[in-house]
């Protein structure tokens, strides 16, 4: 690696002068340059041909406003994205995300990981991401729906199930998807696939909404397996309360682990007697139909609650940061070693720093890039564009087994390009080459476009 340090170092600062203060996407660029510079070092047909850099400008990118009015009347004004990244191996694909800390930084970070996290899915789809500074906390669901009306009304102009087919990220569950599933068969008069994350009735997939959390565990599963281990009475603690939290922790309940945490912006629920079921029920129906705190679990089943913490300082076997960008730093991971830790997975995107990251390694601590482990999400958003193409819906055990089958063979690929030694895997390295082979060949393929 130390070869190519220079290079490396020069390529980031090259992309920095053409996106100057765009700090999230620039720590996606270089990690993603760091394994692959020195992979392309002696492969002229990805050298010279200017790959990397190719991949680092947005094929397109939509900025638009978005008004609409409160309930009081009085008009609110947004800024609306889209970001589309990279369709050499398929139609843009990629989550729309509503919280007040959206910005281009972030977006074109998060559309850039899901070129390479689409590719590893095995799935012909290319990358994108888009969503607004909207916070759709504490807003009335008519307040959301206006917004959601508005938002589509000029998004609708650029995707279609042909071209971009967004789906949910942060603040964007199944009541948005379906407020502005409406909005654009209204606008465009055409039903078809254009969301993915839809609800059942109207052409959503079963499992959709738990894969992103179930293929965390699956994969994590899978690494674990790969050193002759398994979940069965692991320690685990999550970050998050939303959708991937939710099911992340549900799929490590039915593995037989302990879950002792799960947290929101406000601060973490730590339970010593594990988080069963039962109270997971609680929780999903606090946050996705009460859009209330985490801190009522505490209140409720007598759990200590962290106010304004994150969960990394408790001691566990696993961790899974399953919340949002740069969560877990360097001095948590410390902690997490110290405390004796053995895997970190990224259910979320990006949540772990760099430095960060450079802690586990050091530490040959199990630790997978969340391009790799929470790519079942956009996987079965694949599969319900094909069920919706082929006018049917399979089963819950039929997705669910296209699910697994899907996250073994992420596994396998990163294997493939990340294995170091007999035990030590490189998920970081893996999931970065075995992403960028395909989307590089298929852009080599199509020619300078
Ligand atoms: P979600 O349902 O909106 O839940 C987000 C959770 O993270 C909430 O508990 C939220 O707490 C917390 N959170 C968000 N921003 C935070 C911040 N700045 N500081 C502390 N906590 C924060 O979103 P999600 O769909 O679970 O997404 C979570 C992560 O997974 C994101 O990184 C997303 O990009 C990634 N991801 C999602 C999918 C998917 O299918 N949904 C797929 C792949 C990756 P509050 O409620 O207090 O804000």
Same mark, same amino acid.
């Given at each position: 690696?130390?070869? /190519?340090?220079?290079?490396?170092?020069?390529?980031?600062? !090259?992309?920095?002068?053409? &996106?100057?203060?765009?700090?999230?996407?620039?720590?996606?660029?270089?990690?993603?340059?760091?394994?692959?510079?020195? *992979?392309?070092?002696?492969?002229? !047909?990805?050298?010279?041909?200017?790959?990397?850099?190719? =991949?680092?400008?947005?094929?397109? @990118? *939509?900025?638009?406003?978005?008004?609409?009015?409160?309930? %009081?009347?009085?008009?609110?004004?947004?800024?609306?994205?889209?970001?589309? =990244?990279?369709?050499?191996?398929?139609?843009?694909?990629?989550?729309?995300?509503?919280?007040?800390?959206?910005? +281009?930084?972030?977006?074109?970070f998060l559309a850039f990981e899901q070129t390479f996290k689409n590719s590893l899915t095995t799935l012909p789809m290319g990358g994108g991401k888009g969503g607004s500074d909207f916070n759709p906390k504490g807003k009335s669901d008519n307040e959301v729906m206006k917004f959601c009306q508005s938002? =589509?009304?000029?998004?609708?102009?650029?995707?279609?199930?042909?071209?971009?087919?967004?789906?949910?990220?942060?603040?964007?569950?199944?009541?948005?998807?379906?407020?502005? *599933?409406?909005?654009?068969?209204?606008?465009?008069?055409?039903?078809?696939?254009?969301?993915?994350?839809?609800? +059942?009735?109207?052409?959503?997939?079963?499992?959709?909404?738990?894969?992103?959390? #179930?293929?965390?565990?699956?994969?994590? %599963?899978?690494?674990?397996?790969?050193?002759?281990?398994?979940?069965?009475?692991?320690?685990?603690?999550?970050?998050?309360?939303? &959708?991937?939290?939710?099911?992340?922790?549900?799929?490590?309940?039915?593995?037989?682990?302990?879950?002792?945490?799960?947290?929101?912006?406000?601060?973490?629920? #730590?339970? !010593?007697?594990?988080?069963?079921?039962?109270?997971?029920?609680?929780?999903?129906?606090?946050?996705?139909?009460?859009?209330?705190?985490?801190?009522?679990?505490?209140?409720?089943?007598?759990?200590?609650? /962290?106010?304004?913490?994150?969960?990394?300082?408790?001691?566990?076997?696993?961790? #899974?940061?399953?919340?949002?960008?740069?969560?877990?730093?360097?001095?948590?991971?410390?902690?997490?070693?110290?405390?004796?830790?053995?895997?970190?997975?990224?259910?979320?995107?990006?949540?772990?720093?760099?430095?960060?990251?450079?802690?586990?390694?050091? /530490?040959?601590?199990?630790?997978?890039?969340?391009?790799?482990?929470?790519?079942?999400?956009?996987?079965?958003?694949?599969?319900?564009?094909?069920?919706?193409?082929?006018?049917?819906?399979?089963?819950?055990?039929?997705?669910?087994?296209?699910?697994?089958?899907?996250?073994?063979?992420?596994?396998?690929?990163?294997?493939? /390009?990340? $294995?170091?030694?007999?035990? #030590?895997?490189?998920?970081? $390295?893996?999931?970065?080459?075995?992403?960028? @082979? $395909?989307?590089?060949?298929?852009?080599?393929?199509?020619?300078?476009?």
């Open positions: 690696m130390s070869n /190519h340090t220079k290079e490396i170092a020069q390529f980031v600062e !090259k992309i920095a002068s053409k &996106n100057p203060h765009e700090t999230e996407f620039l720590q996606a660029v270089e990690e993603v340059a760091e394994t692959i510079i020195p *992979f392309i070092a002696d492969k002229p !047909k990805y050298k010279d041909s200017n790959l990397l850099e190719t =991949m680092c400008e947005p094929e397109r @990118v *939509f900025m638009f406003r978005v008004p609409w009015l409160n309930d %009081k009347g009085e008009v609110q004004v947004n800024r609306g994205y889209r970001i589309q =990244m990279n369709s050499a191996i398929g139609p843009y694909k990629g989550g729309l995300r509503f919280h007040p800390s959206v910005n +281009l930084s972030i977006l074109k938002f =589509m009304t000029e998004l609708s102009k650029y995707i279609g199930q042909f071209t971009d087919v967004p789906a949910g990220d942060i603040g964007v569950g199944g009541r948005e998807i379906g407020y502005m *599933f409406g909005q654009y068969k209204r606008v465009q008069g055409e039903f078809t696939g254009v969301l993915t994350g839809k609800g +059942l009735q109207y052409g959503g997939s079963l499992i959709r909404p738990e894969a992103t959390g #179930y293929g965390c565990v699956y994969f994590s %599963k899978e690494v674990l397996n790969h050193i002759n281990d398994g979940l069965d009475g692991k320690s685990a603690i999550v970050s998050g309360s939303g &959708n991937v939290a939710q099911f992340t922790v549900e799929k490590l309940i039915q593995n037989g682990a302990k879950v002792l945490s799960m947290s929101d912006s406000g601060g973490t629920v #730590y339970d !010593k007697d594990g988080i069963t079921q039962e109270k997971l029920e609680f929780i999903k129906e606090l946050k996705n139909v009460k859009r209330g705190r985490i801190k009522e679990y505490a209140d409720k089943y007598k759990a200590e609650f /962290h106010e304004g913490k994150t969960p990394w300082d408790i001691k566990c076997d696993i961790a #899974y940061p399953c919340a949002t960008q740069n969560e877990l730093q360097v001095e948590d991971a410390k902690t997490l070693q110290k405390n004796g830790c053995i895997g970190v997975f990224e259910g979320a995107n990006m949540p772990c720093t760099a430095d960060a990251i450079e802690v586990f390694k050091e /530490h040959k601590m199990m630790f997978t890039p969340g391009k790799a482990s929470n790519a079942g999400g956009v996987a079965t958003s694949g599969l319900e564009m094909s069920q919706n193409s082929l006018r049917l819906s399979w089963t819950r055990d039929e997705v669910d087994e296209r699910l697994q089958g899907i996250m073994k063979e992420i596994h396998r690929n990163c294997v493939q /390009h990340g $294995k170091v030694t007999k035990d #030590y895997v490189d998920y970081v $390295k893996g999931a970065n080459i075995a992403g960028f @082979v $395909k989307v590089a060949d298929a852009m080599l393929a199509q020619g300078c476009v």
